[in-house]
């Protein structure tokens, strides 16, 4: 499986992407000491030709916001902070689904409640569900930074649990309805063996894939949570002369740039654009990374069986219901 899915271009390519990025963000902090350029008039010679927001341009690539700072690094710096929230909030998911998952086998007749609870998620927006738990949190200034990121990780990660944890719940059915677990529970293998023993090896390709998909979910809630105002951290305003203040991220991570910048956007559109953009690439990469760990999933001989059965259910079925339209309309 590993060495199925570091063959596939669609993986690779979307690893490649990703790992540039968090290598270079990573120089930017390192050695090159997380410096953003700032400079907010441009002179030729003693006489000033230009003063901040720059456009693109081959001094600065992406422009500059109101204060002269470089957009583009602005995105580098921020990109550590961007995927890292991304990496870790993810696999906290799966890891609590994984054993919620696990123990609603075994939920019998609350399972249906708990289904029901799960389902009323899908209906609730994830990003104004955290507005209205987060915004009055993250607006008190004794809280410190550290203790605001864990507070909206956590809650990142809770509100996926229920929905996550009853797929993999499904996951994990499918995969004992196959007839060599049926062997196993006759042989008298106990419900922990069979699960480590035979579950898991065809259940964690599926989970390594629902792992990739929770990023891309993560990535596209920081964004919304960046438009509507919540940064990752905190909030700090900056002046800019007497009568404006900008909203900027503690940590330049990009849903606070996009949020910050969303003020912004007749002024400047390039401060939105590239933010959205930037956001935009990640994901695309982390789909060609979901589609890779998928086709090589699909290469595997348990999933191929597993298919192929699926498909003569789905053929019986279909036989079953034409032959009783018939039968049902020669009696009529």
């Known amino acids: 499986m590993i060495k199925a899915i570091w063959k596939g271009p669609f993986f690779l390519i979307g690893f490649l992407f990703v790992f540039a990025l968090l290598s270079f963000s990573l120089y930017h902090h390192f050695v090159m000491n997380n410096e953003i350029y700032e400079n907010q008039i441009i002179y030729d010679g003693i006489t000033p030709i230009d003063k901040a927001p720059f456009e693109p341009s081959s001094e600065y690539w992406f422009g500059s916001d109101r204060m002269g700072a ?17 990496f870790a909030a993810s696999l906290l998911r799966i890891f609590l689904s994984f054993f ?38 993250i607006a008190i200034d004794q809280i410190t930074f550290w203790e605001k990121a864990f507070f909206q990780i956590m809650l990142i990660v809770l509100i996926a649990v229920p929905n996550t944890a009853i797929l993999i719940k499904e996951e994990i059915n499918l995969i004992q309805s196959n007839e060599f677990i049926t062997s196993a529970k006759l042989m008298g293998g106990s419900r922990f063996r069979i699960l480590f023993k035979h579950v898991m090896p065809h259940l ?5 894939l629902m792992y990739v998909q929770q990023v891309i979910a993560v990535l596209l809630l920081l964004a919304h949570l960046g438009i509507l105002g919540i940064f ?46 930037s956001f935009a690439a990640v994901i695309m990469a982390f789909n060609f990374m979901a589609e890779g760990i998928k086709r090589a999933g699909d290469q595997l001989p348990g999933r191929k069986k597993m298919k192929k059965r699926e498909k003569v259910k ?9 032959f009783v339209f018939l039968t049902e309309r020669k009696i009529g």
Not at 235 to 254: A, D, H, L, M
Request: proline share 6%; aromatic share 16%; glycine share 12%.
């Open 70 to 86: 470089d957009l583009f690094y602005q995105i580098i710096s921020g990109a550590k902070y961007t995927l890292g929230i991304a």
């Open 232 to 277: 990752f951290g905190g909030t700090i305003y900056r002046e800019y002369g007497i009568e404006f203040t900008i909203p900027v991220s503690v940590s330049n991570e990009w849903s606070g740039l996009l949020g910050g910048y969303y003020y912004q956007l007749r002024l400047a559109p390039w401060l939105v654009f590239f933010p959205v953009l």
């Open 100 to 137: 919620g998952g696990v123990l609603l086998l075994s939920a019998g007749k609350v399972l249906p409640v708990i289904k029901g609870l799960g389902q009323s998620f899908y209906y609730i927006p994830s990003a104004l569900l955290i507005l209205f738990i987060v915004g009055p949190i």
């Open 314 to 322: 789905e053929k019986s079925v279909s036989k079953d219901q034409s």
């Open 204 to 208: 964690w390709p599926r989970l390594v």
